[in-house]
């Protein structure tokens, strides 16, 4: 089983929306990112990351009475940010990666891989924009 990321919008609602794409290289490289949007001028990408759901599936608790997803446990508990607040941060650290094209990695370079799945999370958070919605990355099992 391993860890990756699923981009996530919150709606006015309360409901959450995943696009439930794997994003494996944004969460082995969580740490670079960091880095790098020092550099680019824009917040912590480890901001966008919400542990709810990981930390649930981690522990022996049992969901709260009337609770049928963790969804709902991070709709009202969860790391959220505006979708403009998560696209500046996304948006700049796709440049910086761009301009500057850091490796990532060690043996193999996942450069192509962050900067895709940057791409994808940028489109999904532009659709979080439209709708009015909150964006997040949950971190999954």
């Known amino acids: 089983m391993s860890t990756v990321l699923w981009a996530n919008h919150l709606l006015g609602n309360g409901e959450v929306a995943s696009d439930e794409s794997d994003k494996w290289a944004l969460f082995e490289h969580a740490d670079k990112l960091d880095k790098l949007a020092s550099g680019a001028k824009v917040e912590p990408f480890s901001g966008l990351l919400d542990h709810t759901d990981m930390q649930f599936n981690m522990s022996d608790d049992e969901l709260p009475e009337g609770m049928q997803s963790t969804n709902e446990m991070m709709a009202r508990q969860g790391v959220w940010k505006s979708a403009d607040d998560a696209l500046a941060i996304l948006s700049g650290l796709l440049g910086e990666i761009r301009s500057k094209k850091p490796r990532f990695g060690m043996l ?3 450069y192509d ?9 940028i489109d999904y958070a532009k659709k979080a924009k439209e709708a009015g919605a ?7 099992m």
């Open 108 to 110: 193999k370079n996942d």
């Open 113 to 121: 891989d962050v900067v895709s799945e940057l791409s994808e999370s």
């Open 134 to 140: 909150k964006f997040n990355f949950s971190v999954v």
